[in-house]
């Protein structure tokens, strides 16, 4: 049986408390991004097989549980992106729980998610 990696971490993102937690699992990668403690809205983001362009590919995002909102999808694709890509294109579940999505805030959630890199 594989070993699961995982990582967390906590840092203060303009002044709310955010956590994150990484783990690896062998077909996808599980990020959670919270500010409440819980889980929140679950989404896919996957690599578009259909992308031609190996070197922009396309991610498509799909909110399996919570509110699908375009600013979620957008979220998503700004925090997750760059784990697939990472992760040899592998897709990343993603749990999005936050108080605070403007711009700079998930360029600094960005950074965290960073530090807890287990791909």
């Given at each position: 049986m594989p070993i699961i990696r995982s990582k967390q971490?906590?840092?203060d993102v303009n002044g709310v408390s955010t956590q994150v937690v990484c783990t690896e699992f062998t077909n996808y990668i599980?990020?959670?991004l919270t500010q409440y403690g819980k889980i929140g809205t679950l989404i896919s983001v996957t690599p578009d097989s259909r992308s031609n362009d190996i070197s922009t590919p396309t991610f498509s995002t799909k909110?399996?549980?919570g509110k699908d909102?375009?600013?979620?999808?957008v979220c998503a694709?700004?925090?997750a992106t760059f784990v697939s890509q990472e992760a040899g294109n592998r897709p990343v579940l993603l749990g999005l729980?936050?108080?605070d999505s403007?711009?700079?805030s998930v360029k600094q959630m960005k950074e965290i998610i960073k530090s807890c890199k287990v791909w």
């Open positions: 971490t906590e840092k599980f990020v959670v909110v399996l549980l909102e375009p600013l979620t999808h694709k700004n925090l729980a936050l108080k403007s711009i700079d």
